[in-house]
C-alpha cells in the first residue's frame, strides 16, 4: 500500500512539473508577443522618420526646379526681347515679367539652397539614426530568439515529463488511476498531506480512523474534498 501512495505521489510530482513548465511556456510566449510588438513599434517609427526625410528632399527638389523654371523664362522672354520683332505691347508685357521674375527668382534660389542645406544636414542625422534603429532592431531580435530557444527546450521538458508520466501512470492500479484523474480535473493539487490533523486541500478535520490508517502508508482519501491524504511521517 505504501508503494501505491509513493507511485501516487511520484505522479502528482511529474503533474505539477508539467504544469509548472506549460505555465513558463505561455509567460514566454506572452514575451515574444510584446517584443515582436516592439520590433513592429520600432520599424514603423524609422519608416515614418525616412518618409519625413523624403519629404523634405521632395520639398528641395521641387523648390530648385520652380528655380531653374523661372531662369528658363527669363532667358526665353530675354532671347524674345534681343532678337525677335515683336508688337510693343508684347514687349511692354515681356519687360514687365522678365522684371518680376527677376525680382521672384533670388528669393527662390535662396530657399532652394536652404532647403538643400537642410537636406544634408538632415541625411546626417539620418545616417547615425538608422545605426541606432538597426542596433535597436538587432537588440529586440536576439532578446526574441533567446525566448524563443527557452520555450523550445521547456517545450522538449514537457514532451519528456509527459513521457514520463505515461509510465508513472501505467504502474497505479486502475481505481486508484482513475479517481487521480477525476481529482486533477478539480484541483491542481490532488495528492495532499494531512497537517495537524486537518486536510491541507479543504483544512477541514481528518477523521482519526483515517489518520491511523494513513499512519501505516495506507492509500486514504479525504471524505470532505476525496483528495488523496498522506501523512510526510509515515512515508
Ligand atoms: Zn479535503
Known amino acids: 500500500m505504501r508503494a501505491h501512495l509513493q507511485k501516487l505521489l511520484a505522479l502528482r510530482d511529474l503533474d505539477g512539473a ?5 505555465r ?10 510584446a517584443i515582436e510588438r516592439r520590433i513592429a513599434a520600432e520599424e514603423e517609427d524609422f519608416q515614418r522618420r525616412l518618409e519625413e526625410h523624403r519629404a523634405l528632399r521632395h520639398r528641395a527638389t521641387e523648390k530648385a526646379m520652380e528655380a531653374d523654371e523661372i531662369d528658363e523664362k527669363i532667358r526665353t522672354y530675354q532671347h524674345k526681347l534681343d532678337h525677335d520683332i515683336i508688337p510693343y505691347k508684347e514687349m511692354e508685357y515681356l519687360k514687365e515679367q522678365v522684371e518680376f521674375l527677376k525680382s521672384r527668382i533670388d528669393e527662390v534660389e535662396e530657399e532652394a539652397i536652404r532647403l538643400m542645406d537642410e537636406v544634408e544636414k538632415d541625411e546626417r542625422r539620418l545616417q547615425q539614426e538608422r545605426k541606432a534603429h538597426e542596433e535597436r532592431l538587432a537588440r529586440l531580435q536576439r532578446e526574441r ?5 527557452k520555450i523550445s527546450a521547456l517545450r522538449k521538458e514537457i514532451q519528456e515529463l509527459k513521457g514520463r508520466r505515461e509510465a508513472a501512470i501505467g504502474e497505479i492500479p486502475a481505481h486508484l488511476r482513475s479517481h487521480y484523474e477525476r ?7 490532488p495528492v495532499v498531506p494531512i497537517v495537524n490533523g486537518t486536510c491541507n486541500g479543504c483544512h477541514l478535520n481528518i477523521s482519526q480512523t483515517t489518520v491511523d490508517r494513513a499512519r501505516q502508508g495506507e492509500v486514504v482519501t479525504c471524505d470532505n474534498c476525496s483528495r488523496f491524504l498522506y501523512l510526510e511521517s509515515a512515508l
Open 18 to 22: 508539467i504544469l509548472a513548465a506549460e
Open 24 to 33: 513558463k511556456v505561455r509567460i514566454l510566449e506572452g514575451e515574444v508577443t
Open 145 to 149: 530568439s533567446e525566448v524563443e530557444e
Open 183 to 189: 481529482l486533477r480535473e478539480m484541483y491542481s493539487d
